[in-house]
């Protein structure tokens, strides 16, 4: 029986996944740290990795991230050269269109305005625009960015969409490749990030970037914190070229008390919850890979960490 071995920073995360596997596949063998079974270990299912922990286990053939993203490998620089798969759920899918969905109402629709008014016993109608003439751009048309277009579009705002390579979704103008990011980013009126986080668009959330932004536009993180330069997010707010930010994502969850962003003007926090994925669905897909190491099948949801896809 293939042991699959749970590699965490965080004891919470290490405790949901044991309980997940014992509740829905107790027949999966698991291993933890300081275990003997971890020495035959072939598979670590990860989240943030401790420094060391990929690199000490010497039957691994496959490291799993129980996540969409895989980026938190880079946690431990000892992660050999296996096969490398991700999470992918229609459910997690359909949770990041509605938070999505969520955010382009907020912003279209004036509603950051109107939060504000109310604490101020202020009575003012903002100014109220078709969706068709509000300007949104997807950056990142993957499973997750390609299926937050399209319900954009549906909903009938003008959307644009920005991938590294051609994409064709309908009814969405698709920009592809470096050459073709500063168009795409020019007049949105809301830019949301749904990018994997890679040495290539690490601080993508810059001064610069915003600057190409239509006056008063709004921003959407979903991506990971590594993609937002903060210092140049609070200026843009200050100076009123942006006009409001919603993050999901942080460089460090929880996002410290004492961090500016908790009380700039303009920026919403929410705490990691655009989706998430049910950690049934999560050790079913990774005990789905662990069985093919035995078959020899292809694995499901393979990705390069170089890329993030």
């Known amino acids: 029986m293939t042991v699959v071995a749970l590699l965490s920073r ?14 829905t596949l107790p027949q999966v063998r698991v291993a933890l740290e300081g275990e003997a079974a971890l020495a035959d270990a072939q598979v670590a299912a990860c989240w943030y990795p401790p420094p060391g922990s990929l690199g000490a286990l010497p039957k691994l053939r496959l490291v799993h991230s129980i ?5 938190h490998l880079e946690n431990d620089p000892t992660c050999p050269d296996v096969p490398v798969c991700r999470v992918v759920d229609p459910a997690h899918r359909r949770g990041m269109v509605e938070y999505v969905r969520w955010a382009a109402l907020h912003y279209h629709r ?6 504000v008014q109310q604490r101020d016993l202020c009575w003012l109608r903002p100014a109220q625009r078709p969706a068709a003439a509000y300007r949104v751009g997807v950056m990142g048309l993957g499973k997750l960015g390609a299926a937050v277009a399209s319900d954009l579009a549906d909903a009938g705002y003008d959307v644009r969409g920005w991938a590294r390579g051609a994409k064709d979704i309908v009814n969405v103008e698709v920009f592809s490749g ?19 986080l890679t040495a290539h668009t690490r601080g993508i959330f810059c001064a610069a970037n915003f600057a190409r932004l239509a006056r008063g536009a709004a921003v959407v993180n979903c991506g990971r914190g590594g993609h937002l330069l903060a210092e140049d997010l609070i200026a843009a707010l200050a100076s009123g070229q942006l006009g409001g930010a919603l993050l999901d994502v942080f460089e460090t969850e929880p996002l410290p008390t004492t961090h500016p962003l908790w009380t700039t003007p303009g920026v919403t926090i929410t705490p ?17 890979n662990a069985r093919r190491i035995d078959t020899g099948e292809a694995f499901l949801n393979l990705v390069d960490p170089k890329t993030g896809y």
């Not at 004036?110 to 939060?115: M, S, T």
Request: hydrophobic share 55%.
């Open 10 to 23: 965080d004891p919470a995360i290490i405790s949901l996944l044991s309980k997940a596997f014992a509740e």
């Open 110 to 115: 004036c509603f950051d305005q109107i939060l």
């Open 67 to 71: 996540a969409a993203g895989v980026d």
């Open 272 to 288: 990691h919850m655009a989706s998430v994925t049910t950690p049934s669905a999560i050790v079913r897909q990774i005990a789905e």
């Open 178 to 196: 470096d050459a073709a990011f500063v168009p795409f980013l020019e007049g949105l009126d809301l830019l949301i990030n749904l990018l994997p």
